[in-house]
């Protein structure tokens, strides 16, 4: 292979790491530099980590987690779409969590003050977090029901068909396994819960899947076959859900006024999150070794309160983004003019503020 | 320079857009390179990496450059023009030009002060 060629085929391996819509913006031009670059030092580590470093930052970038290189709606929906992700995953975590909790409360109450505290104070922002999924899921909704009823369904389809076949198998799968479990309420004499027995064999089993057993395969094997696939299947069911939502989230033609309430309940949702957590870290703390039955925390329990520590993060950096975008140029130095700078869109500003990009990061 | 001498002086947003720049974070040393660099005139993206290399004796990596360009882009600070023979130029704005202007003015105040210290304290001139 000639030199020219194998440094083409470098670049074009290099470009894979940016995403599509990156790609064919800069693309050519990209590999055009690269092409040049590797000429003249065909062997570099440091450019290797450049592109790769350019390339997690421009897909993060493009899920509006980080910079201000999309266009100010574009950059709201894209934030609050991976906002939805994140409270999501946190979700998967903690759902498993405090339904764990609940059921344990079904059989009795706490033995110490802060798993009871704890288990209060996650009760109370599960409730939060369904008025806010409520709240936030009307709006989208209208909005992509009226797209359908003025026969403008396209790009929502997919999504939609995506959302309902999750919450479907999700929906079914949860109750066939949550009554299926005397421990998880459905037994009569389980009446002294903190929250509806219902509600916490709901949440344990399409949950169920969040478990310790997997790095216990010889126990694992016990497990009734159709359990197992529902273990198995009902993260792929959660995955339909979160990825159908955060697709309508992006596609919906969401009104301003929509998006700035939808990013008001972001960080409502920040906020109920961090209580969530909060709680959640004050029973791991508590509960530790010991026998305590279904109060007990483990090294699942430790684990999920990482993920949800990160789910967290990417949440108010997400909320941060797309609050700065719908509030529009003038009231924050990250995005600041990103509406009028577009390729193709109008050029020079006179007299406009001229702020460079990222300001906003670092003045927090 | 002809883009830079088009800028207002004496605008009332020179400080806000100098405070601005201070908030650049790890971005404000390719982005200034870069707009010093298209102060110049348009261009690409090989020529740009050249060009700032020899006057700044600083070698811009692909990926550092190209983030830094979408950045500015967005921002209304560069603006990109006809692509040829798959190299795209870019070409500063006024708005770009305003916002380097205010960012060098800052810069020079600060090498001024230090100057002057040094000559007086140490006699460094």
Redesign the interface.
């Known amino acids: 292979m000639r030199p020219p060629e194998a440094a083409a085929r470098r670049a074009g391996t290099l470009l894979r790491w940016y995403p599509k819509a990156?790609r064919s913006r800069?693309g050519?031009?990209?590999?055009?530099?690269?092409i040049?670059?590797i000429s003249e030092r065909p062997r570099s580590w440091?450019?290797t980590a450049?592109?790769?470093?350019?390339?997690i930052?421009?897909r993060l970038?493009a899920a509006g987690l980080c910079?201000?290189?999309?266009e100010a709606r574009d950059q709201a929906r894209a934030s609050l779409g991976s906002l939805a992700c994140c409270v999501a995953i946190f979700l998967g975590f903690g759902v498993a969590m405090w339904s764990q909790l609940t059921i344990g409360w079904q059989w009795s109450e706490p033995d110490t003050a802060a798993t009871t505290v704890a288990t209060v104070a996650m009760s109370a922002a599960m409730l939060v977090f369904a008025l806010l999924a409520l709240a936030a899921a009307v709006p989208v909704l209208w909005s992509v029901a009226s797209r359908v009823a003025r026969g403008r369904p396209r790009g929502l389809l997919a999504p939609s068909v995506l959302f309902l076949a999750g919450a479907a198998v999700l929906f079914v799968g949860g109750r066939h396994f949550g009554n299926g479990w005397p421990g998880t309420g459905g037994h009569p004499w389980a009446r002294q819960g903190l929250v509806p027995g219902g509600v916490a064999a709901f949440s344990w089993a399409s949950t169920l899947a969040v478990s310790s057993y997997w790095a216990h395969p010889a126990a694992l094997a016990a497990f009734p076959p159709a359990e197992l696939a529902w273990m198995m299947g009902s993260p792929l069911a959660v995955a339909l859900v979160i990825g159908g939502a955060a697709m309508a989230v992006r596609r919906a033609e969401l009104s301003p006024r929509v998006l700035d309430f939808e990013t008001r309940l972001s960080t409502a949702a920040c906020a109920a999150m961090a209580v969530f957590l909060a709680g959640c870290c004050a029973w791991i703390v508590d509960g530790g070794p010991g026998p305590r039955n279904l109060f007990h925390a483990g090294a699942i329990d430790v684990a999920g309160a990482v993920v949800m520590t990160i789910a967290l993060a990417g949440a108010r950096q997400a909320a941060r983004l797309a609050r700065q975008a719908v509030r529009g140029p003038g009231s924050s130095?990250a995005c600041?003019?990103?509406s009028?700078?577009?390729?193709g869109g109008?050029?020079?500003?006179?007299?406009?503020?001229?702020?460079?990009?990222?300001?906003?990061?670092?003045?927090r | 320079m002809a883009a830079v001498s088009r800028t207002r002086p004496g605008s009332g947003h020179q400080p806000e857009r100098a405070a601005a720049l201070a908030g650049f974070g790890r971005y404000a040393g390719p982005a200034t390179l870069i707009l010093a660099s298209l102060a110049d005139g348009p261009k690409h993206g090989y020529a740009l990496t050249k060009d700032i290399e020899s006057f700044a004796d600083v070698r811009l990596a692909p990926g550092t450059l190209y983030e830094a360009l979408a950045r500015l882009q967005a921002q209304g600070l560069i603006e990109p023009l006809e692509s040829h023979d798959r190299r795209r130029p870019y070409r500063l704005t006024s708005a770009g030009a305003q916002a380097l202007r205010a960012h060098l003015d800052a810069q020079r105040r600060v090498a001024d002060v230090g100057l002057r210290r040094l000559a007086g304290n140490w006699g460094v001139a």
């Open positions: 990156w800069y050519e031009e990209f590999a055009e530099l690269l040049c670059d440091a450019r450049d592109v790769v470093r350019g390339g930052v421009a970038a910079g201000c290189t999309l130095d600041r003019g990103g009028h700078a577009r390729p109008s050029h020079a500003r006179p007299g406009g503020t001229g702020s460079l990009p990222g300001g906003g990061d670092e003045e």
